[in-house]
């Protein structure tokens, strides 16, 4: 059984909004950080979004008022709502959370002991 898993991936034209999601277990979504990354082909994977225990957020400049990281704990998923999305969004997504203090983007990929599967956000111009 995958701990996380992302889904809500798809296409879409610029200036338009998606919603990504992030299935995770019971352990997995009691880690105190969770995030999102993001990656294109030829680059590093970067941090985007997180959300800590206590609910504060951090995001990535380059998607600072655009993006927005939530939580329903009823259904332990985590979610990143993402509105006037530009090309440059277009990304594999990834999910992951572990235990981590500070929690925010600058975090690297491989700190996090779980990570998803990621999905793609295509957006066109």
């Known amino acids: 059984q995958e701990k996380l898993a992302e889904s809500g991936g798809g296409s879409v034209q610029a200036g338009g909004s998606l919603r990504i999601s992030c299935a995770a277990s019971?352990?997995?979504?009691?880690?105190?950080?969770m995030g999102w990354f993001r990656q294109v082909p030829g680059k590093e994977r970067e941090g985007v979004a997180n959300?800590?225990?206590?609910?504060?957020?951090m995001y990535a400049d380059s998607v600072k008022g655009r993006f927005t990281i939530s939580q329903d704990s009823a259904k332990n998923i985590l979610y990143l709502q993402m509105n006037s999305l530009k090309p440059e969004d277009t990304a594999m997504y990834y999910c992951?959370?572990?235990?981590?203090?500070?929690?925010?983007?600058?975090?690297?990929?491989?700190?996090?002991?779980?990570r998803g599967q990621g999905t793609q956000v295509t957006v066109s111009s």
């Open positions: 992951a959370a572990d235990r981590l203090n500070p929690c925010h983007p600058s975090r690297k990929w491989y700190e996090y002991h779980y």
């Open positions: 959300i800590y225990t206590d609910g504060s957020t």
């Open positions: 019971e352990d997995a979504y009691s880690s105190s950080c």
